[in-house]
């Protein structure tokens, strides 16, 4: 096949801009992200040699070697692992086959430090060009004849061409013909820019990988043969270990397997940054062995930042399963419950067969303990943290808070554990509560009830701010009530299973009737006054809310006096057995259900506007009294529908006709500013 000449996905060529014009300076780190896919690639091959041993027969000691040439300007980066045919450097290196790829793209542009992140999204290969004028990728995948070139300048274009059969000695190291295809694995070939040829100094390349790369488990090597002087100064200074002609550059043992008395906390931070291509720092981080029935070991990082795919329908998490040192996946469903998937890291089982299928895994009974066993540990660690800095848990809680609650339907295990750890906005919440930052514990919230508060009153919406203005919460306020915030669009399905805590049940303010006055006797004194008055009908409301009934017919299930109501005239309720108002907002917005219930609409006896109203019914229904039947009432009957289209806007609702609502207005205004000349 002829050299092809194709386009980058219009996100890769977005991407690819944002690369070659950043100006971070830590460019070094493209160095870690190409070892690091490197050995990605050799595990991947290790796995597959389980099943298919002819795979890696010719060359079983897995290895990454670089290669710096000061007279080409080059550096290579060469593995012997998997590889790639046609199609996969296609799709591997010209597009990113993945969900939220624009949305990333946004990202990155949004954010000075934007790339940052494109380890994280799995592309560090890109990298490179922060770097490098061109790059050029040889590779022939294991068990095919055919190797494959892909090159490109970053400027929106590549080419994909066959090549002949690769270097002589089959070690895929690079140092035969250059311009061909190893036997097997990859070779990264970095025409560097004139002004990063630092890089091509293999002392400065010696500290960059004990740097950023010695807990890889394949070693990382200097081909000597290619280097200067510079070398053997830098090998003396560090220590390299000799190779035939290759230097070993990093420790190349498992970091999870070493004692933890061996490890610096800059080596457990740069292997965090290694499994989760992030650049963040680790939040929280578990290293541990687990011996008895099953034995296992794991090295597991809860991140400080949330990555931008968290809630990405696929839901993966980000931690590696290996079989006694042999990677086996990174896309295990049974390892971490879908809950936990900002956890990266990796696990390690001395139990499993190395050569089962990713299917049966699944349901391999060892893994659910395993499963189990973490998830315990990372839970019981979390709620430690949040017991011991409740600041910092605070901010961890705004970031990850969102997906542990899932853990409250999905797992009936865990959930007593998990509604421990929950923090919620309140109406009262401050920087002293357990949470910190604002946030309250359920554990609080119940210590400081009222006496006579038999529920634990919340309010669910889409923005918290906004929530805090809800009519419905007025009547709460006053009498000292706190009522949770619940802003999250994953509160509505785990309080219909959770349903209580501490035996109060949770209920919604925005339901059924509000049972203030049980509480009115533990309210202040202030409050006290507030409670009494509260709900007591003005004259002629009676008369004023039969009226309304009569005005809106349908449009509402029911019209009554309203005791949650302090400040505003009007507002809507669901009936005690009816959904939750934002639940079934939410539904109709995904076509779940066709059509909205009715609501009740309470109206505030004490407000000025519903005195009012009822003073002129009680005035024009003594003139209209000898009228004859079925004469209507206008202004009336407009500030009737008027207090529904109000109601409705407080709550966030759509009006049914804008265009009528907007009429009424208008007449109501023209009204009060006198009679028409």
Same mark, same amino acid.
């Given at each position: 096949m002829s050299e092809q000449k194709l386009s980058f996905q219009a996100e890769v060529s977005r991407l690819l801009d944002i690369v070659a014009h950043s100006l971070y300076s830590n460019k070094e780190i493209f160095l870690r992200e190409l070892i690091s896919n490197a050995s990605d690639a050799c595990d991947r091959l290790r796995y597959a040699a389980l099943t298919q041993p002819e795979l890696a027969d010719a060359d079983a000691d897995y290895k990454i070697t670089l290669t710096s040439d000061a007279e080409a300007g080059t550096l290579t980066v060469a593995d012997n692992g998997i590889g790639m045919n046609r199609d996969e450097m296609i799709e591997n290196l010209g597009t990113i086959a993945r969900s939220g790829t624009a949305a990333f793209v946004r990202e990155l542009e949004d954010k000075p430090e934007g790339v940052n992140l494109i380890g994280q999204f799995g592309v560090g290969f890109y990298s490179a060009f922060m770097v490098a004028d061109t790059v050029e990728v040889l590779s022939r995948r294991a068990g095919e004849s055919q190797g494959w070139r892909w090159v490109s300048d970053g400027r929106g274009d590549f080419t994909v061409a066959e090549i002949p059969d690769g270097d002589g000695d089959g070690d895929g190291d690079g140092n035969g013909d250059k311009g061909s295809a190893p036997a097997r694995g990859t070779r990264v070939v970095l025409k560097l820019k004139k002004e990063q040829e630092e890089f091509l100094d293999p002392a400065r390349l010696e500290r960059i990988v004990r740097t950023y790369s010695d807990h890889i488990a394949v070693p990382v090597t200097l081909a000597t043969g290619a280097t200067d002087g510079g070398a053997e100064e830098g090998g003396a200074e560090e220590g390299g270990a000799e190779e035939g002609g290759e230097r070993v550059l990093n420790a190349a043992s498992a970091l999870w397997t070493r004692p933890k008395s061996e490890i610096s906390e800059a080596q457990y931070k740069e292997f965090y940054h290694h499994v989760a291509h992030a650049f963040d720092e680790p939040w929280l981080r578990l290293h541990f062995k687990a011996e /008895?029935? $099953?034995?296992?070991?794991? %090295? $597991?990082?809860?991140p400080s930042a949330k990555p931008f795919d968290l809630f990405q329908p696929? &839901?993966?998490h980000g931690v590696k399963l290996y079989v006694r040192r042999i990677f086996i996946t990174?896309?295990?469903?049974? %390892?971490? !419950? !879908?809950? %936990? &998937?900002?956890?990266?890291?990796?696990i390690d089982s001395e139990d499993l067969p190395l050569n089962i299928s990713r299917e049966i895994l699944q349901t391999n009974p060892v893994l659910a303990k395993i499963r189990a066993a973490v998830t315990k540990r990372v839970l019981s660690e979390i709620k430690k943290q949040a017991e011991k800095n409740p600041e910092d848990y605070a901010a961890f809680w705004d970031n990850f808070g969102p997906v542990l609650k899932e853990g409250l339907y999905e797992d009936e295990g865990q959930r007593e554990t998990l509604i421990e750890l929950a923090r919620f906005a309140s109406t009262r919440a401050s920087g002293g509560d357990s949470g910190g930052n604002g946030a309250v514990g359920l554990a609080d919230y119940v210590a400081r009830m009222p006496e006579g508060q038999e529920a634990i009153y919340y309010i669910s919406g889409e923005d918290a701010a906004a929530l805090r203005k809800s009519p419905q $919460?007025? /009547?709460? +306020? +006053?009498? /000292?009530?706190?009522? %949770?915030l619940m802003s999250d669009p994953v509160d509505e399905f785990w309080l219909p299973v959770v349903r209580e805590y501490q035996g109060k049940a949770f209920k919604s303010v925005t339901r059924g009737g509000a049972d203030l006055d049980k509480i009115a006797d533990a309210a202040k004194d202030g409050e006290k006054a507030a409670a009494e008055n509260q709900g007591k009908a003005g004259p002629g409301t009676d008369a004023l809310i039969a009226f309304v009934k009569l005005a809106l017919k349908d449009e509402?299930?029911?019209? &009554? +006096?309203?005791? &949650?109501?302090?400040?505003? !005239?009007?507002c809507l309720v669901a009936d005690e057995g009816d959904m939750d108002m934002h639940l079934e907002r939410l539904l109709k917005q995904h076509n779940q259900i066709d059509q909205a219930s009715t609501r009740i609409l309470e109206i505030n006896p004490k407000h000025p506007l519903i005195q009012r109203l009822a003073a002129e019914l009680e005035t024009q229904g003594a003139v209209a009294a000898d009228a004859a039947e079925g004469d209507a009432l206008p202004p009336l009957e407009e500030a009737a529908r008027l207090l529904l289209d109000q109601a409705r806007i407080l709550e966030g609702e759509p009006l049914p006709d804008p265009s009528a609502f907007a009429g009424r207005l208008s007449r109501l205004v023209a009204r009060g500013f006198g009679p028409e000349s």
């Amino acid at each position: 096949m002829s050299e092809q000449k194709l386009s980058f996905q219009a996100e890769v060529s977005r991407l690819l801009d944002i690369v070659a014009h950043s100006l971070y300076s830590n460019k070094e780190i493209f160095l870690r992200e190409l070892i690091s896919n490197a050995s990605d690639a050799c595990d991947r091959l290790r796995y597959a040699a389980l099943t298919q041993p002819e795979l890696a027969d010719a060359d079983a000691d897995y290895k990454i070697t670089l290669t710096s040439d000061a007279e080409a300007g080059t550096l290579t980066v060469a593995d012997n692992g998997i590889g790639m045919n046609r199609d996969e450097m296609i799709e591997n290196l010209g597009t990113i086959a993945r969900s939220g790829t624009a949305a990333f793209v946004r990202e990155l542009e949004d954010k000075p430090e934007g790339v940052n992140l494109i380890g994280q999204f799995g592309v560090g290969f890109y990298s490179a060009f922060m770097v490098a004028d061109t790059v050029e990728v040889l590779s022939r995948r294991a068990g095919e004849s055919q190797g494959w070139r892909w090159v490109s300048d970053g400027r929106g274009d590549f080419t994909v061409a066959e090549i002949p059969d690769g270097d002589g000695d089959g070690d895929g190291d690079g140092n035969g013909d250059k311009g061909s295809a190893p036997a097997r694995g990859t070779r990264v070939v970095l025409k560097l820019k004139k002004e990063q040829e630092e890089f091509l100094d293999p002392a400065r390349l010696e500290r960059i990988v004990r740097t950023y790369s010695d807990h890889i488990a394949v070693p990382v090597t200097l081909a000597t043969g290619a280097t200067d002087g510079g070398a053997e100064e830098g090998g003396a200074e560090e220590g390299g270990a000799e190779e035939g002609g290759e230097r070993v550059l990093n420790a190349a043992s498992a970091l999870w397997t070493r004692p933890k008395s061996e490890i610096s906390e800059a080596q457990y931070k740069e292997f965090y940054h290694h499994v989760a291509h992030a650049f963040d720092e680790p939040w929280l981080r578990l290293h541990f062995k687990a011996e /008895g029935v $099953i034995e296992y070991s794991g %090295l $597991i990082y809860l991140p400080s930042a949330k990555p931008f795919d968290l809630f990405q329908p696929e &839901r993966k998490h980000g931690v590696k399963l290996y079989v006694r040192r042999i990677f086996i996946t990174d896309d295990c469903e049974g %390892l971490v !419950p !879908p809950y %936990l &998937r900002f956890l990266r890291g990796v696990i390690d089982s001395e139990d499993l067969p190395l050569n089962i299928s990713r299917e049966i895994l699944q349901t391999n009974p060892v893994l659910a303990k395993i499963r189990a066993a973490v998830t315990k540990r990372v839970l019981s660690e979390i709620k430690k943290q949040a017991e011991k800095n409740p600041e910092d848990y605070a901010a961890f809680w705004d970031n990850f808070g969102p997906v542990l609650k899932e853990g409250l339907y999905e797992d009936e295990g865990q959930r007593e554990t998990l509604i421990e750890l929950a923090r919620f906005a309140s109406t009262r919440a401050s920087g002293g509560d357990s949470g910190g930052n604002g946030a309250v514990g359920l554990a609080d919230y119940v210590a400081r009830m009222p006496e006579g508060q038999e529920a634990i009153y919340y309010i669910s919406g889409e923005d918290a701010a906004a929530l805090r203005k809800s009519p419905q $919460i007025e /009547g709460f +306020a +006053a009498k /000292g009530v706190e009522v %949770l915030l619940m802003s999250d669009p994953v509160d509505e399905f785990w309080l219909p299973v959770v349903r209580e805590y501490q035996g109060k049940a949770f209920k919604s303010v925005t339901r059924g009737g509000a049972d203030l006055d049980k509480i009115a006797d533990a309210a202040k004194d202030g409050e006290k006054a507030a409670a009494e008055n509260q709900g007591k009908a003005g004259p002629g409301t009676d008369a004023l809310i039969a009226f309304v009934k009569l005005a809106l017919k349908d449009e509402v299930k029911d019209v &009554r +006096a309203s005791e &949650r109501l302090t400040d505003s !005239p009007v507002c809507l309720v669901a009936d005690e057995g009816d959904m939750d108002m934002h639940l079934e907002r939410l539904l109709k917005q995904h076509n779940q259900i066709d059509q909205a219930s009715t609501r009740i609409l309470e109206i505030n006896p004490k407000h000025p506007l519903i005195q009012r109203l009822a003073a002129e019914l009680e005035t024009q229904g003594a003139v209209a009294a000898d009228a004859a039947e079925g004469d209507a009432l206008p202004p009336l009957e407009e500030a009737a529908r008027l207090l529904l289209d109000q109601a409705r806007i407080l709550e966030g609702e759509p009006l049914p006709d804008p265009s009528a609502f907007a009429g009424r207005l208008s007449r109501l205004v023209a009204r009060g500013f006198g009679p028409e000349s």
